[in-house]
Antibody, heavy 121, light 106 residues
Framework: QVQLQESGPGLLKPSETLSLTCTVSGDSVSGYYWNWIRQSAGKGLEWIGRFYSSDNIKYNPSLYSRVTMSVDASKNRFSLQLKFVTAADTAVYYC???????????????WGRGTLVTVSS | DIVMTQSPLSLSVTPGEPASISCRSSQSLHNYLDWYLQKPGQSPQLLIYLLSNRASGVPERFSGSGSGTDFTLKISRVEAEDVGVYYCTQSLEAPRTFGQGTKLEI
């Protein structure tokens, strides 16, 4: 069974860098779209971006200048970095697998349990 | 970005009765519309993909329909386990965007 587990600091100060890792078990990271989605009370569900390969990455334009995603296939891990965080980045962050269905279409088939990240001075 | 608007934002239904949730997009999605359910204390889970395809394990009482910019999720007979927040999302283009969510209560 596929399982996704997010890990990383739960508390950050403004201007710091958020770094999260998603450890994938039960399947390889290869061949899927790996997404980060966050959920906050104020903005609901927000798609941060996705990684398929090093030359196939898309970020939400609203976060583009601050986001970096990567996959370490040797460790079966997916990572997120978000620079210069503010209180507006406080949210539950989900690691989400995107399964390719047809063409370029994929749906979100597995979600991690989510990890709460709070930004506060 | 494509804006997704759901209605109603909350819904109270008697078990055994039908329920319907509407989702409207700011531009045509063709069939690129998915539905997710977030049960209390859980992560969202896929219900319907590509407008009307039920995900594996999803009961037949759930159905998706619509076209263009107007879409509907219907539950033919609500059960207690259906409580949670339902989200529509467009999968036509990046960035993926979600509706505000519809909270279903029994």
């Amino acid at each position: 069974q596929v399982q996704l587990q997010e890990s990383g600091p739960g508390l950050l100060k403004p201007s710091e860098t958020l770094s999260l890792t998603c450890t994938v078990s039960g399947d390889s990271v290869s061949g899927y779209y790996w997404n980060w989605i966050r959920q906050s009370a104020g903005k609901g569900l927000e798609w941060i971006g996705r990684f398929y390969s090093s030359d196939n990455i898309k970020y939400n334009p609203s976060l583009y200048s601050r986001v970096t995603m990567s996959v370490d296939a040797s460790k079966n891990r997916f990572s997120l970095q978000l620079k210069f965080v503010t209180a507006a980045d406080t949210a539950v962050y989900y690691c989400v697998r995107g399964k390719l269905h047809s063409g370029y279409y994929f749906y979100f088939d597995y979600w991690g349990r989510g990890t709460l990240v709070t930004v506060s001075s | 970005d494509i804006v997704m608007t759901q209605s109603p934002l909350s819904l109270s239904v008697t078990p055994g009765e039908p329920a319907s949730i509407s989702c409207r997009s700011s531009q045509s999605l063709h069939n690129y519309l998915d539905w997710y359910l977030q049960k209390p204390g859980q992560s969202p889970q896929l219900l319907i993909y590509l407008l009307s395809n039920r995900a594996s394990g999803v009961p037949e009482r759930f159905s998706g329909s619509g076209s263009g910019t107007d879409f509907t999720l219907k539950i033919s007979r609500v059960e207690a386990e259906d409580v949670g927040v339902y989200y529509c999302t467009q999968s036509l283009e990046a960035p993926r965007t979600f509706g505000q969510g519809t909270k279903l209560e029994i």
